[in-house]
């Protein structure tokens, strides 16, 4: 149980155009997803929460209108780099957490979506 | 906002030794403290975590402390095996700040046959 999905894996795109990553949980519903960015040989940085149905709340740096996210339903939550440019390539991981069981705030985390911008 | 820090960065240890990682929070109010295990190009896998209502746990080679007087915890894994190499992550959270985890900088474990 509590498996989590990103799609796609990887992604290569030219510089000035968005990307889209998906976040699903697969098998347990999910208000509330985070989504991360991991540089090489780096820790996690929060980037966003994203909370179904309502607007994401941005971490203090990360620009808003160029992380767009969305969180449509309980176990669907997207992130869009606009006009991406070189410095945005990057590992990009989500995790969800369960809204049922004991625990609600352990973190479940996606496989991760390398981005490389050229 | 909350800051883990972690120590040490890299760790190399002989098969069957122990290994012992800490790690170091700001905020008092944290209350969850989980340990991913992240091997390269991989998702993070929680290995084992701990709330502020208890003092240790342990999972068969697993064990986990906190002292919540002096803001640390730390991981302990024993009897070390070579598929245990891999950066280890400690992190933090707060319930009232909606869960968000703290991440420390990770630790480089490399277990030698």
């Known amino acids: 149980g509590a498996v989590v999905s990103q799609h796609p894996s990887w992604v290569i795109c030219k510089s000035g155009t968005s990307v889209k990553i998906e976040c699903r949980s697969l098998?347990?519903?999910?208000?509330?997803m985070f989504w991360y960015r991991q540089f090489p040989k780096q820790s996690l940085m929060l980037m966003a929460t994203?909370?179904?149905?309502?607007?994401?709340?941005?971490e203090q740096g990360v620009e808003k209108d160029k992380f767009l996210i969305n969180h449509a339903s309980l176990t669907l939550s997207t992130l869009t780099v606009t006009s991406a440019h070189p410095e945005d390539s990057s590992f990009y991981i989500c995790?969800?957490?369960?809204?049922?069981?004991?625990?609600?705030?352990?973190?479940?985390f996606g496989p991760g979506t390398r981005l490389t911008v050229l | 906002g909350e800051n883990v820090e972690q120590h040490p960065s890299t760790l190399s240890v002989q098969e069957g030794d122990s290994a012992v990682i800490k790690c170091t929070y700001s905020?008092?109010?944290?209350?969850?403290f989980p340990w991913y295990k992240q091997e390269l190009g991989k998702r993070p896998q929680l290995i084992i975590d701990?709330?502020?209502?208890?003092g240790e746990k342990k999972d068969q080679r697993i064990a986990v402390t906190l002292n919540k007087t002096a803001k640390h915890f730390s991981l302990h894994i024993t009897e070390t095996q070579p598929e245990d190499s891999a950066v280890y992550f400690c992190?933090?959270?707060?319930?009232?700040?909606?869960?968000?985890?703290?991440f420390g900088g990770g630790t480089r474990v490399l277990v030698k046959p």
């Open positions: 992190a933090a959270s707060i319930k009232a700040a909606g869960n968000k985890l703290t």
């Open positions: 905020d008092s109010a944290s209350n969850y």
């Open positions: 994203s909370n179904e149905g309502s607007k994401a709340t941005y």
């Open positions: 701990i709330r502020s209502n208890v």
């Open positions: 995790s969800a957490r369960s809204l049922a069981g004991a625990y609600t705030d352990t973190q479940y």
């Open positions: 098998d347990f519903q999910a208000t509330t």
